[in-house]
């Protein structure tokens, strides 16, 4: 809890798409709202459109596959704001190609930055929901960790093993207060999906049954459900939000 006795939700990779939307409707159910960003110039620029909007969103840049500095930042947060009571690992790239030219370097920054991250950022805060008997963890995960995508091996190993991570550690911390879920999204109107080249994206849309891509607010909703106090019941869950795209 803050000073004003809110609830502290951290959203890693707050200023893309899904986390810009998922800060937004944490704010709004009335969370005091802590974004992680990478880049300087973007969290700076981000920042300013979140105060312009009136969301008054406390930033921290960290480099979350740096597990040192991100100990440090979650030290940070506690000292200034207080102990986190919803994490969002959200924080994820793609580095997209076939395997037979996939080089090493694009295979580890996808895992470290997809998966590495969430070991980082929950190991250095689940002590802190321990102590407080309290938490809510959210790992973003994708429909591609579930199916097969071409040109994403690394990408979809890296979100099927958050989901591992997901079910044991929501084993490990079921007695705590703790909550553990996965979201997996679908195609999303986000930079990262508009960025895949136009006719590829066409056919991808093709094949969602509900036949448009998701928006960032119906993710964010889905968050906000498994933030909750009421959601105490619900742990080491995938939810799978992809408009009918892979049913399983
Ligand atoms: N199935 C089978 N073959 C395919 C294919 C597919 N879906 N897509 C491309 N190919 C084939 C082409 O026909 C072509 O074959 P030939 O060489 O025989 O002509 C070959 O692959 C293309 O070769 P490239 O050298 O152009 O391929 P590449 O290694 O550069 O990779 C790609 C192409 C970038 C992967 C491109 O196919 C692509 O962007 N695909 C979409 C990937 C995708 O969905 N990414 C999701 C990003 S968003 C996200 O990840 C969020 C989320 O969670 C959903």
Not at 178 to 186: D, H, K, L, Q
Request: charged share 20%; aromatic share 8%.
């Amino acid at each position: 809890m803050d000073k004003d006795n809110k609830r502290i939700a951290l959203v890693t990779g707050c200023t893309g798409g899904l986390g810009t939307a998922i800060c937004k409707k944490l704010y709004n159910d009335g969370y005091r709202v802590v974004g992680n960003y990478l880049t300087h110039s973007r969290g700076e620029a981000w920042s300013a459109e979140m105060q312009a909007e009136e969301y008054n969103i406390s930033i921290y840049q960290c480099d979350v596959t740096d597990y040192d500095k991100v100990g440090e930042m979650i030290k940070q947060i506690e000292e200034e704001i207080g102990g986190i009571d919803v994490l969002v690992n959200n924080a994820a790239i793609t580095k997209d190609g076939q395997f037979k030219k996939m080089t090493y370097e694009r295979w580890d920054l996808v895992m470290k930055t997809n998966l590495y991250s969430v070991f980082n950022c929950t190991r250095h805060t689940i002590n802190q929901m321990i102590e407080r008997h309290y938490g809510r963890i959210i790992n973003i995960s994708s429909v591609n960790a579930q199916r097969g995508q071409f040109g994403q091996v690394n990408y979809a190993a890296a979100k099927a093993g958050v989901h591992g991570f997901t079910k044991t550690l929501a084993v490990e911390v079921a007695g705590k207060g703790i909550t553990v879920n996965t979201i997996s999204p679908g195609y999303i109107a986000t930079d990262m999906v508009m960025s895949i080249a136009e006719d590829v994206r066409r056919k991808i849309i093709e094949s969602i049954p509900v036949g448009r891509l998701g928006g960032t607010e119906e993710i964010a909703y889905l968050v906000s459900f498994l933030a909750s106090e009421q959601s105490s019941f619900i742990t080491g869950v995938n939810y799978a939000i992809n408009g009918g795209q892979h049913m399983y």
